[in-house]
């Protein structure tokens, strides 16, 4: 099947021109069975398509559902506005911390609408609060398949699946429960709708590519908008319609992307604030302040008031605390293992794909599709390089379905080209290329299967030489080449995708692949393969990390992340069941048991471990107060909210520099009765207003009673001193 013809002569037969006959449904089968019509698939594809496409996404979904709940509730954060969404719809709209809507997570509540409702149907645990983000996978995986096979084949769209579905950084993210699986998903679905309209200039497509652009800000507020650059300047150059009317389409999708995204944002700035949560995150409760502040340009700049170390900690070119900047970012051992195995790969198809189609008629679909998805890539990409501020390795995963539809529309578009020398030297080049930066990237794990670096580099030269000599080899001999080619250049990935898959990730800054495969740039300058308490793949004990396992959100009774269970526990528990973990104090006061307002990362990173003691002691008379307890930094306050199922106070936000609550509002809710404990510990650092947590820990403990619970102390805040 020919998807691009040498002479840029209109699209073939199986992709017409105009398309809406290749929808896949319509009028060409009328009596055929829904069943069938699903099975089939489209008349004019292959009968093995349709029936490879269901295969792959039930393996995807298979495999991304394998070991799910080794992970806990993941990052405590988000599960515990996930369970306050589940209890209360007030919560659930603002995205609250926590069921009294004491103050909000910091990012709009998009991503956790799926998750709480899930939970409200199914209850709390593990299960329910991951399921829907590896749903969100599956469909990326279907919407990415239906994207490149509309223009290409129906191989192309499998290739573009399965380099997605494998990249380990995508692995790790489509099971856990941060914002950036929604993300991705809406990022694919706008690429998707863009192609969609160029087909035939029609406006509905580019009114929904605005529609999810709105939802994704929804998800992680300016990240959404990386992509529109490149996809709103090519519809407006290559578009088959007048000018004029490419210009009235965008502006109609502009006005559907504010309506989609600003809805929302209308509603929380227009509420009295004395009514509804702090917007955490911001420093003047007000959340156009955190979008462009903390969460837009200050990631750009770096300077972050709020943030660890209170900003203004540009990165510059010799790096900074979130790492080094640069050309070279997406390359390094900080990032590489995570998203780069085909980085090199796409960038040389992207080329290719552009170079054979650079003389096609201005409305060429084929060429749209790689200026799509590639300037996507490269817009996203170098954001991510010079990014100044907090950045983690798993932004990166919104790369991957770029990455991979470049990879399967050039791979076999340049297949089909293989008559011309220089598409099997390009093809040739792809693979070894990816061969030796496999060989590279599995080199910085040397002791993680040292064998396989050397297949890897091996097999991919022999495939590499084997597709430079394809037009003189026999078929047999030629597809062998292309397996090989296939096989080494995903073999890499392949195997750091199983090893995200074999253990768990709990805590915020979490990394995919085997122990050592991404060196970590952080807070205070971390580096040279240090890992934060609670990062992926962290067996036993770390820095931060309380020794006897069991991520405070919930009693899974896991040891850090991937470690083996503990406190009697089976593996793969269920959060929320069973003997909460015990009660091991953090190094340097960091989570339970550390001095009151204390700072340090395990408080920020991941919670701590919450005993059955403890827990019964928040429990006892829970239904008189409003808040069973307050606590500085969310992370702490989620892991006993998720222990309890009770609504906790985080002071401070996320980082707990947030002036919320002040000393004032503190002290009114003391005297009112609303909150029973303080516990003593948590995350006091950070810059911004961190001097309202610091000034509420100290004056809890000058006038309240200090209740210990093992290693744990709390202030009882219906007792004071006074009274003794």
């Known amino acids: 099947m020919t998807t691009l013809q040498p002479d840029h002569l209109p699209a073939p037969p199986d992709v017409p021109t105009p398309p809406a006959p290749a929808t896949g449904g319509g009028h060409a089968r009328p009596n055929k069975p829904l069943a069938h019509r699903v099975w089939r698939g489209r008349p004019e594809d292959p009968r093995w398509a349709r029936p490879a496409f269901l295969a792959m996404l039930l393996v995807i979904a298979l495999a991304y559902l394998w070991n799910l709940s080794a992970s806990g509730y993941a990052n405590s954060f988000y599960s515990a506005a996930v369970q306050a969404g589940s209890q209360s719809w007030k919560a659930f709209f603002f995205g609250s911390l926590d069921a009294a809507n004491a103050i909000t997570v910091d990012k709009p509540p998009a991503t956790l609408w799926p998750m709480a409702l899930s939970v409200r149907i199914f209850g709390l645990g593990s299960w329910a609060v991951l ?10 995986a279907g ?50 709708c863009v192609l969609r309209a160029m087909e035939n200039g029609r406006t509905k497509w580019l009114v929904w590519a605005g529609v999810a652009v709105g939802f994704a800000f929804l998800s992680k507020t300016l990240q959404a908008f990386l992509i529109l650059p490149p996809l709103a300047a090519l519809y407006a150059v290559f578009a088959p319609v007048s000018v004029r009317k490419r210009f009235g389409q965008l502006g109609f999708s502009a006005m559907a992307m504010v309506v989609a995204g600003g809805w929302w944002v209308a509603i ?69 293992g995570q998203i780069s195995w085909l980085l090199p790969a796409a960038l040389i198809l992207l080329a ?35 990014m100044a501020g907090i950045f983690h390795q798993y932004y990166t995963v919104a790369l991957a379905p770029y990455i991979a539809a470049l990879v399967g529309m050039g791979a076999t578009v340049l297949w089909e080209e293989r008559a011309r020398w220089w598409a099997r030297g390009a093809l040739g080049v792809t693979v070894a290329v990816t061969a030796l930066w496999s060989y590279v990237l599995l080199g910085r794990t040397a002791d993680y299967l040292p064998w396989l670096r050397w297949a890897v580099l091996i097999g ?3 495939g590499a030489a084997g597709l430079l000599l394809v037009a003189r080899l026999g078929r047999q001999l030629a597809l062998a080449a292309v397996g090989v080619s296939f096989v080494a250049s995903l073999a890499g990935p392949t195997a750091y995708t199983l090893s995200t898959l074999n253990t768990g990730h709990q805590g915020s800054i979490v990394t995919a692949g085997p122990s050592g495969a991404s060196s970590m740039g952080g807070p205070g300058g971390m580096g040279g393969g240090m890992r934060p308490p609670g990062q992926g793949n962290q067996q036993g004990g770390g820095m931060g990390q309380p020794p006897t396992g069991g991520q405070g959100g919930g009693p899974t009774g896991q040891q850090g992340q991937g470690g083996n269970q503990q406190n009697g526990r089976q593996p793969g528990a269920m959060p929320g069941t069973g003997t909460a973990p015990g009660t091991g104090t953090s190094p340097g006061g960091m989570g339970e048991g550390g001095t009151p307002g204390g700072g340090g990362m395990g408080g920020l990173l991941n919670g701590s471990s919450v005993s059955a003691e403890a827990e019964k002691l928040l429990e006892k008379n829970a239904g008189d107060y409003t808040w069973v307890a307050a606590a500085i930094g969310s992370q702490n306050a989620a892991s006993y909210q998720l222990a309890t199922g009770d609504p906790v106070m985080a002071i401070g936000g996320f980082n707990g520099s947030d002036p919320s609550p002040t000393l004032s509002q503190f002290k009114k809710y003391v005297e009112d009765g609303r909150i029973h404990y303080f516990i003593a510990g948590g995350m006091g650092g950070g810059g911004g207003n961190s001097g309202t947590s610091s000034r509420i820990s100290s004056w809890v403990e000058e006038n309240f009673k200090e209740v210990t619970v093992g290693s ?13």
């Open 131 to 140: 399921i829907p983000q590896v749903l969100m996978g599956v469909a990326t």
């Open 143 to 192: 919407v990415l398949y239906a994207a490149v096979r509309r223009r290409f084949n129906a191989p192309a769209g499998l290739i573009a699946m399965a380099v997605f579905a494998l990249t380990p950084v995508a692995a790790l993210m489509f099971r856990f429960n941060n914002p950036d699986a929604l993300l991705a998903l809406l990022m694919t679905v706008t690429v998707y």
């Open 268 to 336: 929380v700035e227009l509420w009295p604030a004395s009514s509804r949560p702090y917007i955490g995150g911001s420093q003047n409760n007000s959340f156009l302040e955190l979008t462009f502040g903390y969460n837009g340009l200050g990631r750009i700049n770096g300077d972050e008031t709020g943030s660890v170390g209170g900003g203004g900690g540009g990165g510059g070119q010799s790096g900074g605390q979130w790492g080094e900047t640069g050309i070279g970012r997406m390359f390094n051992s900080e990032i590489g």
């Open 352 to 386: 290719a794909g552009v170079w054979l189609t650079w003389k096609a008629r201005r409305t060429d679909t084929a060429r749209a599709a790689f200026l799509a998805w590639g300037g996507s890539l490269l817009m996203t990409a170098v954001v991510f390089s010079f």
């Open 460 to 462: 991919g030269l022999a």
């Open 712 to 724: 744990a102390t709390f202030y009882d805040l219906t007792r004071p001193k006074s009274g003794e």
